[in-house]
């Protein structure tokens, strides 16, 4: 197939982009570089897609919309994964704007390209964020999601809504994904295994919110390509037992879908620091702070549709995707900064 892959100079998008060529897919690789974080680390990540024949990088903004109308147009995808976004809870409170352009202005600028292109089946980056303050665990697909606590997580649960739109207006087939806190190498350095790493490392103390008690639903990045690939090859069908009477907020008489992709095994985050603190050999200094604004206290993934739909499985363990992420940092950065 050929796949328009955006955000491909990214932590999933790049991973992704890999597991797509080594199956013999064509890429068409969309990414602005911008500098949110580490541009370095991106053009890292993009020199291994590089080395493939089949891959064709773009240095493109989705908000650009004569740009994007122009990649459609040129390279014809057949699929489209959209994994460009401005991403963080909390740069979302200082930078508000930026989750308008991108997360909003652009995502549209894509569903015009896919609407206009015929492009089989668009699968789209949503977020665990969107079940903001949701308290009802594991998190389901079916659960309502009006109550977000961050611009992001209102921008992802707009993204959906979006979609929709297309899918009964245009008959255009979309899967959103929320995604559980992904992790492993080559990942993001604003996330929380990576400066925890860094500051472990350093010698410096690490902050630890909610005093380390709130859980999250890691899921290796490993496993989160091989759902999202999944997810790719089934492109989605009418759900003929939808009602308007009972909505199902995962399904509709249009061809869309909603999954959760996520490990189905929270870890409380002391936890999660202990692994990676035998891992590294070295104990934290830890500074307990409280909860921080647009954060939630727990993230639990029920996956039962993906997997009843897909197989999908996640195997691999926190304290195994934690050793292969430090693994990995020692080989890039050596024992530093």
């Known amino acids: 197939m050929k796949i328009l892959v955006t955000g491909s100079a990214g932590f999933i998008g790049s991973a992704l982009s890999l597991r797509l060529l080594a199956r013999g897919d064509e890429v068409i690789g969309i990414d602005n570089l911008n500098d949110y974080y580490d541009v370095g680390l991106k053009q890292a990540r993009l020199a291994r897609t590089l080395e ?127 995604f559980f806190t992904v992790y492993g190498p080559w990942g993001r350095p604003d996330m929380a295994l990576f400066k925890f790493t860094r500051a472990i490392l350093a010698g410096e103390p690490i902050p630890v919110f909610n005093y380390g008690k709130h859980r999250r639903d890691f899921t290796y990045i490993d496993d989160i390509v091989e759902g999202v690939i999944q997810v790719l090859d089934r492109i989605p069908e009418p759900d003929p037992a939808w009602t308007g009477e009972h ?19 929270p870890v409380e985050l002391m936890d999660y620091i202990q692994v990676l603190e035998r891992c590294l050999g070295i104990t934290a200094e830890k500074r307990l702070l409280p909860l921080q604004p647009g954060d939630v206290p727990d993230t639990y993934a029920d996956v039962t549709e993906l997997v009843r739909d897909t197989g999908y499985r996640p195997n691999t363990p926190v304290a195994v995707g934690v050793s292969r992420f430090v693994d990995w940092y020692r080989s890039y950065y050596g024992d530093g900064k």
């Open 52 to 178: 493939y024949d089949r891959y064709r990088d773009l240095r493109i903004d989705i908000h650009d919309r004569a740009a994007i109308t122009q990649v459609f147009a040129r390279h014809q995808p057949q699929g489209v994964i959209n994994l460009a976004a401005q991403a963080g809870v909390r740069y979302s409170i200082e930078n508000p704007m930026a989750y308008v352009d991108t997360n909003l202005t652009g995502f549209a600028n894509i569903l015009e390209g896919c609407r206009h292109q015929g492009v089989e089946h668009l699968v789209y980056a949503s977020s665990s964020s969107v079940y903001g303050a949701n308290t009802d665990l594991p998190f389901s697909v079916h659960h309502n999601v009006d109550h977000p606590l961050s611009l992001y997580a209102a921008s992802k649960k707009a993204n959906e809504l979006m979609a929709h739109t297309y899918s009964h207006l245009y008959r255009l087939p979309t899967t959103g994904l929320r």
């Open 247 to 265: 909505p199902d907020a995962a399904t509709s008489l249009a061809p869309y879908r909603l999954y959760n992709i996520g490990n189905q095994q």
